[in-house]
């Protein structure tokens, strides 16, 4: 297992976390298998989405607070339920596959950290798996 050390310097803030990934797949010396990554924290998430245009990061984060208002009925006295209630909606985890020693990824795509709850340290663990 990797593990990322990440410093958010937001609220709500998407890392792209592709080279860093791409990187420990190659250094797995693993030709077809899969990685997964996971980031042990209640108020964070990882995503796939678009890292090409720079607004369709800040469009998901700001459909997201349409979604899930940070203000609301909630009785969890941290006051980061709407944090809590993304990292449920978005997942902790994201599994991609590994083929001919290099990471399948579309051409617009890119993995993501999903800050919901920053600025604080966070880890992302990487898991590699396969032959
Ligand atoms: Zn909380």
């Keep these: 297992m990797t593990t990322l050390n990440l410093q958010s310097r937001q609220t709500s803030e998407l890392i792209d976390l592709t080279d860093e990934i791409r990187a420990a797949a190659a250094s797995s010396g693993i030709r077809e298998g899969m990685v997964l990554v996971y980031t042990p924290h209640t108020t964070a998430a990882i995503t796939i989405n678009e890292n090409a245009d720079p607004d369709v990061i800040t469009d998901i984060i700001n459909g997201l607070n349409q979604i899930v208002p ?3 009925n909630y009785r969890h006295l941290e006051g980061n339920s709407a944090a809590h209630i ?3 909606l978005v997942g902790a985890s994201e599994t991609l596959i590994i083929a001919e ?3 399948v990824l579309g051409t617009w795509q890119g993995i993501f950290f999903c800050e919901f709850d920053g600025p604080r340290r966070r880890k992302v663990h990487v898991q590699v798996l396969g032959a």
């Design 86 to 88: 993304k990292s449920s």
């Design 101 to 103: 020693g290099k990471l």
């Design 70 to 72: 940070s203000q609301g």
